[in-house]
């Protein structure tokens, strides 16, 4: 019965990868976006410029979830500035 159960649930359990996939896809090109305000974002979102930065460029593998709600957070909690992406 377990694995019967886990079969009907395959098909929604990538669907929910291919979310995520596309969730950070977007994150990190948002991240990328606004790469003046990382300081300010990294800060916000408790973790280190560097981390961002590896992220943005797809360093980090498995970066965990509280951690990109922290991000998501940051994100919508600092707009955008006038001077992002001249760094």
């Not at 976006?33 to 410029?49: E, L, T």
């Not at 360093?59 to 955008?80: D, E, F, M, V």
């Amino acid at each position: 019965i377990e694995n019967f159960v886990i079969d009907n649930n395959s098909d929604a359990i990538v669907e929910r990868i291919f979310d995520l996939q596309s969730e950070n896809a977007q994150l990190r090109a948002e991240l990328d976006r606004r790469r003046g305000d990382w300081p300010r974002i990294s800060k916000a979102a408790d973790v280190s410029h560097s981390w961002v930065s590896q992220f943005v460029r797809g360093k980090i593998p498995n970066p965990g979830y509280a951690t990109l709600k922290r991000l998501q957070a940051a994100l919508s909690a600092n707009p955008a500035t006038a001077q992002a992406g001249q760094d």
